[in-house]
């Protein structure tokens, strides 16, 4: 994200210091250390009191996305943010998130965990962007805490990846509440490491769980995916790799586990190339190799 509309963006952080918060009615933005500060009931989702991160408790409808930028722009940064996301009742809301590195060889550490709550009868849509620069570092812990009858449609991309990433999500399902989960990235020159965790908890809950993830350029990348049914529920997951250059990686390990006889859970795996076909299709269309590869990959990544 281009910082020249950063007065649109709801909470900007740059390095360890926050640039900017933007106030709306019905929504209450705040650093992290200040909001476990002034509210006691925040001390139970934070692991420890935090140095750094975002607070945002939105408290009534609003009808546009909230936005959060968080940027390295310095040398040898190391971020270490704790963020608390918390969705009152009853409301449907948007959330943008952009992690990026701003300048190349910066070698920066951005390590971040949070929890999002979603309190009963509520929805969000969140979609959460990575671009890095090689030499970076990054380290992501979320939970996602969802309340009866609640809806969550999480989407995370990197189409730009670090020298090292890991990422680590989990996803507790109450009652009647559903969670779409997409993980999306085109790496390069990258070691990385995904665990995600969808845990059924309740009656009628439900999930699915995708996974998109291209290796190019000396690429290694680890995926272990769990679906946890504890109650009558429904879950699916659905994992796809595609490698591109002969020195990548992918090792793909999805994992079922059913405590209800009442529960359904499937998955499908796949770990491929990219046709011949395909590639000779668009080559005779005019498109240069590296065009007709990034035209396949594109399509290979757009999920729904």
């Known amino acids: 994200m281009v910082m020249k509309n950063a007065k649109n963006v709801n909470y900007w952080q740059v390095d360890n210091k926050v640039k900017n918060i933007l106030k709306l009615r019905g929504v209450e933005i705040l650093p992290s250390e200040s909001a476990f500060e002034k509210y006691e009931w925040s001390r139970e989702y934070f692991v420890k009191k935090p140095e750094q991160g975002y607070f945002i408790w939105i408290k009534e409808q609003i009808d546009f996305p909230l936005l959060t930028c968080i940027s390295i722009l310095s040398k040898d940064i190391q971020q270490e943010l704790n963020n608390l996301v918390v969705v009152e009742k009853n409301l449907n809301i948007k959330i943008q998130g952009t992690c990026n590195s701003l300048k190349r060889n910066l070698c920066g550490r951005h390590n971040a965990c949070g929890k999002i ?129 002969k020195n990548s990686e992918i090792s793909l390990t999805p994992e079922l586990i059913c405590k209800n006889r009442q529960a359904q859970v499937t998955h499908e795996a796949s770990i491929g190339k990219i046709s011949e076909e395909e590639l000779y299709y668009l080559r005779s269309r005019g498109l240069n190799e590296q065009e007709a590869i990034d035209l396949i990959v594109n399509g290979f990544l757009e999920i729904r």
Not at 145 to 153: A, D, T
Not at 166 to 194: H, Q, Y
């Open 117 to 245: 709550i979603l309190k009963e009868n509520s929805s969000l849509k969140y979609e959460h962007i990575h671009s890095w620069n090689p030499k970076d570092g990054v380290n992501t812990n979320y939970e996602f805490l969802l309340g009866k009858n609640s809806k969550l449609n999480y989407t995370y991309k990197t189409f730009s990846t670090p020298e090292e990433l890991k990422i680590k999500t989990k996803v507790f399902c109450s009652e009647n509440s559903s969670a779409n989960l997409k993980i999306i990235g085109d790496c390069r020159n990258s070691r990385i490491e995904i665990k995600d965790y969808l845990i059924l908890k309740e009656k009628n809950s439900s999930g699915i769980l995708k996974l998109r993830l291209v290796g190019r350029k000396n690429t290694k990348i680890y995926t272990h995916s769990q679906i946890l049914c504890e109650a009558e529920s429904k879950g699916h997951l659905d994992c796809q790799g595609m490698l591109i250059d």
